[in-house]
Every structure is written in C-alpha cells, then in structure tokens.
C-alpha cells in the first residue's frame, strides 16, 4: 500500500506559500494541489494522464419495484457510452480523460437482496477484480463511476448497512422516484437490513450487491496500492467505495469526492466520512459525471501550482 508523501506534501505547501499571492488566498485549490503532491509523492504533481472508469452491472432488486427506469436501459446506455453520445463522454472529452466502460455480466442481475445474498463471495471477488484490472497503472489520476438501473436502492442499503440509521435516511429518489415506487424503495431497503448482518467489507458487497459496486472497491484498493489519487462521483459511487471502511477506517484516504450529489443521501455519507465534497452543483446523474467536473477544478488547481511564479521569481520583495 502506498502512503501519503508528508515531505512532499510540505514541499507542495511552501511553494504554495511563495507563489505570487496572499496566502491561502486559492482556498481549496490549494488543498488540493497538496493532497495530489503527496499522494504522488511529489512536490510538483502532474495530471497528464487521467483515466474514468466506468464500471456497469444490473440488479435483482428491481424486482421490488424500486425504479422508474426499466433495467434494459443499463445496457442500452453502455452502448450508448460506446457511441460518445452520454454525458460522461461529454466532459471526459473536454477535462483530458480518457474513458473506458466496463460492463459486469449485463445479462446476469445480482440476486434480489430482500430475498437473499446479492453474489456469491466468488461473484464479489470476480469483480472486485475486474476493477483493480481496469485501472490503468501509469495513470495520475482516477475518476471513477456506475451505471446499473436499481443501484440508487442498493447504494442505500449499502450505506445503511455500514453507516446505521433507518432506510429512510439513506433512501432518496434516485432517477425520479416518487409515491409508491418510493415506498418500495424504502421498504427494500428495509428488508435487506433485516436480512443480513454483513461484518466485512465483502459479506457487505455479497449481501447487498452489485458488481458495479464491488468493481469500485476493486478499482479503489488498486489505485492505494498504485498510490494514484481517486475521485469518487456521487452518492452511488461514494456508498460504494464507502463499504471499504468495513475493513479499513482510513481505506478512502487518497479519494476526493468530486461533487455532493443532489439524492438525499449523500449529504449524510459525506458527513459520515468526514469529508469534503470538491462541487456543489445540484447533479445527480451518476456515470462519473461529477468526478469529471471536479477533474477540471482539480486542473486549475494544478496549473496554478505549477505554472505561477514565485516571489522571488517575480522580483517581488
Ligand atoms: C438514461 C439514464 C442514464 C443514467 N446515467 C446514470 N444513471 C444513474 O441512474 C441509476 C440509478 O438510479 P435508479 O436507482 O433510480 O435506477 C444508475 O444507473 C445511475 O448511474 C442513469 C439513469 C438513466 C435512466
Ligand atoms: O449521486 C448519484 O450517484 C446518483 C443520484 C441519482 C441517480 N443516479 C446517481
């Protein structure tokens, strides 16, 4: 496992001191400028090479009822993502990422988690792999997203289970649902809570679900080995790579969440972790979406960093 670089990041925070401004005066920009240094262990951090991953798996949760959106439409945007025409593809372009999509057994939905596990353990550990294979080692950073209709419910339950509280905390509308599909969502989620009672990070990802899910993990695990920094997107991707605290309190050190999305329930995952959102921008969209947004505040960052002068530099006393 890699670890945070404290000499690189010291190094990061006195040159931030010298450049041409008054100090502290770019706020997080430079919080995260230093966060990146020492993660690449390195006081000048670079972001030439950044890679999203999309990972894609379908649920036997939707059975309950849970979704406004039909399950063929997982697949239907995977292929969708193949032809450039979604959102993700949209703002990789322009932040410099480079996008790969990785569809999970499309064909094969997890198992409905009300009526028992979601995936074996050897379902769970295949694509706990799939993601770590996915990441690209010579990457700088990592942007990370789902897609797989029904998985706002799982991601709940997910939360819940490693978080507490009741499902209707963590229940929220998801793509749009409302009344009674809203009712099945909280009443799902509440029966998979009283079913099973996970311990470890993957009884958690076998109960509850999905691959997409415990590709994160995989992909999250990897990169720390990596020491390549992670941004997380939304409520679904953080609950996912949340369930890492299982085992590890300090498992999602080297992640940035990229933005707070608008379901309900990430405010209070966030909270639950102790972190920070870099965006605000009412999105709920998944995908990646607002991780590649906050790859491009993550930029300006760098270029600042990077490109201003010094005062020394710049001949100022
Ligand atoms: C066209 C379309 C594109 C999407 N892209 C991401 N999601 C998002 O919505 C899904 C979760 O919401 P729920 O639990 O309500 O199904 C996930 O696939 C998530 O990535 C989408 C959903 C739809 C319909
Ligand atoms: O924040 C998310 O990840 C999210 C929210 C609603 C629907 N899909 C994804």
Request: hydrophobic share 50%.
């Amino acid at each position: 496992m890699t670890e945070f670089d404290p000499t690189a990041a010291q190094a990061a925070r006195e040159r931030q001191d010298s450049l041409t401004k008054p100090p502290g005066s770019l706020g997080r920009l430079e919080d995260l400028a230093i966060f990146m240094a020492g993660w690449q262990g390195q006081a000048r951090p670079r972001l030439d090479r950044a890679q999203a991953l999309v990972f894609a798996g379908n649920h036997g949760v939707v059975a309950q009822g849970v979704n406004p959106f039909p399950a063929e439409v997982t697949a239907l945007m995977v292929r969708n993502f193949a032809a450039g025409g979604a959102a993700i593809n949209q703002l990789c372009k322009i932040a410099g990422a480079s996008l790969s999509v990785v569809p999970l057994d499309l064909d094969r939905p997890t198992d409905d988690f009300t009526q028992g596990a979601a995936m074996s353990p050897d379902e769970v550990a295949a694509a706990m792999h799939a993601g770590a294979d996915a990441v690209d080692k010579d990457a700088d950073i990592l942007i990370l997203g789902e897609m797989g209709i029904g998985n706002s419910t799982v991601a709940a339950a997910l939360a819940a289970s490693v978080f507490g509280g009741r499902a209707e905390d963590w229940v929220g509308p998801g793509t749009g649902a409302e009344g009674e599909v809203l009712d099945n969502k909280r009443r799902a989620v509440a029966a998979g809570l009283a079913r099973h009672e996970p311990v470890s990070a993957r009884t958690t990802l076998a109960a509850f679900g999905g691959r997409e899910q415990a590709a994160i993990c995989g992909a999250v695990l990897r990169a720390r080995e990596l020491g390549l920094p992670v941004i997380l997107d939304g409520f679904i991707c953080t609950a996912a790579a949340g369930v890492l605290i299982r085992d590890d309190a300090d498992a999602l050190a080297h992640c940035l969440i990229g933005h707070e999305s608008a379901e309900p329930g990430h405010r209070r995952l966030i909270a639950s972790l102790g972190m920070q959102p870099v965006l605000s921008l009412d999105m709920r969209l998944g995908e990646g979406t607002g991780a590649a947004v906050a790859l491009m505040v993550l930029r300006g960052a760098i270029a600042c960093h990077d490109g201003m002068a010094t005062f020394a530099e710049a001949g100022i006393a």
